[in-house]
């Protein structure tokens, strides 16, 4: 039985992440664990911001889209004037739209009228031609005014039945 040979254990230490490592890291397990607390929290800061710092220069005059206000009245007066020239370029272009809307429905019910009357008068050759007749002109009446054919013949109480009543025997 022999010699026992010592068995020499390695245990293999985990290595240190370095610093950077461990701070990404910290950062992304916070992000996953809160995202959508910190997208909430970041938006609300920005709606705040907007509310407190561009809401409160508003007051001292009128407001242009590239946030600087007008002070002098001169300079109110001539932005009133072009809002009011841009208003009334915009009904008339409205105007116009319209009109020329009503002029091509009035084309398109015209055309719609001739095509109709084109189509009547076509009918009215063919019909010429083979002697044909109109639905609901001249109709003789073949069944009695009380029969219905889709209810059945309803007049005779009494009815044959071209079946025996009785099944065919089987053994």
Known sequence: MGDAVPVEEILAEPEDPGFIQGVLGG?????????????GLGALTYY????????????????????????????????????QARREAVLKLQEKYRKEAEERAEKLKQLEEQKKKERL???????????????????????????????????????????????????
Not at 27 to 39: A, D, E, F
Not at 57 to 81: D, F, H, K, M, V
């Open 48 to 83: 705040l911001y907007q509310r407190q710092f561009q809401g409160s220069s508003s007051s001292s005059g009128i407001r242009l889209g590239s946030g600087r206000a007008l002070q002098t009245p001169e300079e109110r007066e001539a932005q009133q004037n072009r809002d």
């Open 121 to 171: 008068q076509e009918l009215e050759r063919l019909e010429a031609i083979r002697g044909g007749r109109r639905l609901g002109e001249d109709q003789r009446k073949s069944f009695r005014p009380e029969y219905n054919p889709l209810m059945g013949d309803t007049s005779n109480s009494s009815r044959v039945c071209s079946r025996p009543s009785t099944g065919r025997g089987g053994g």
């Open 27 to 39: 950062i992304l397990s916070t992000l996953t664990s809160n995202g959508w607390l910190i997208v």
